[in-house]
T-cell receptor
Framework: AQTVTQSQPEMSVQEAETVTLSCTYDTSENNYYLFWYKQPPSRQMILVIRQEAYKQQNATENRFSVNFQKAAKSFSLKISDSQLGDTAMYFCALYSYFGNEKLTFGTGTRLTIIP | DTGVSQNPRHKITKRGQNVTFRCDPISEHNRLYWYRQTLGQGPEFLTYFQNEAQLEKSRLLSDRFSAERPKGSFSTLEIQRTEQGDSAMYLC?????????????FGDGTRLSIL
């Protein structure tokens, strides 16, 4: 079985500051993908960033970057220069090749950007 | 790209009634997923289709639940004899290609409330 744990139910940060959201996971597979999805209030969930486990280089997408620590099974999301539009629920998710064909999501972190 | 569309947005019904939700994926997407999301939780996988074939079902999907995707286009999720525990947000997502590691595009969801 694979699990995803997000230990920070809520976080808040001042606009323009940097914030890091934590995620740990467990899988017995070596080949897998990790994701961060963003769910703004009353809006569709969208993919923020994706990391392939066999790639050592951390993924980046503009202001969003990850710190992928494979041995520690840790996958944190860093948001730089935070903006009001970053206010949302953030979900960490895991896909492994030889498990079921599905994403396993964590319970989410509610991030609020304070003006 | 008009995005994933789900109807209705909200459904309120009495316990024991049947309900049906519809999902229209992005037109060129061959994969379609259904998830259930309860308050304070991340989405939980229910089932997925590769074109018109339903290839996997979660154990969460009891025999009261049925999903179809005729001709590999839109999909419907039906719940028969609804129960209080069925109250949740039902999310649909679609993707292009093979594997759940491909970016999934989510709809707004259908919120089901059982009276």
């Amino acid at each position: 079985a694979q699990t995803v744990t997000q230990s920070q139910p809520e976080m808040s940060v001042q606009e323009a500051e940097t914030v890091t959201l934590s995620c740990t996971y467990d899988t017995s597979e070596n080949n897998y993908y990790l994701f961060w999805y963003k769910q703004p209030p009353s809006r569709q969930m969208i993919l923020v960033i994706r990391q392939e486990a066999y790639k050592q280089q951390n993924a980046t997408e503009n202001r969003f970057s990850v710190n992928f620590q494979k041995a520690a099974k840790s996958f944190s999301l860093k948001i730089s220069d935070s903006q009001l539009g970053d206010t949302a629920m953030y979900f960490c998710a895991l896909y492994s090749y030889f498990g079921n064909e599905k994403l396993t999501f964590g319970t989410g972190t509610r991030l609020t950007i304070i003006p | 790209d008009t995005g994933v569309s789900q109807n209705p947005r909200h459904k309120i019904t009495k316990r024991g009634q049947n309900v049906t939700f519809r999902c229209d994926p992005i037109s060129e997407h061959n994969r379609l997923y259904w998830y259930r999301q309860t308050l304070g939780q991340g989405p939980e996988f229910l089932t997925y289709f590769q074109n018109e074939a339903q290839l996997e079902k979660s154990r969460l999907l009891s025999d009261r639940f049925s999903a179809e995707r005729p001709k590999g286009s839109f999909s419907t999720l039906e719940i028969q004899r609804t129960e209080q525990g069925d109250s949740a947000m039902y999310l649909c997502a679609s993707s292009y290609g093979q594997g759940a590691y491909q970016p999934q595009h989510f709809g707004d969801g259908t919120r089901l409330s059982i009276l």
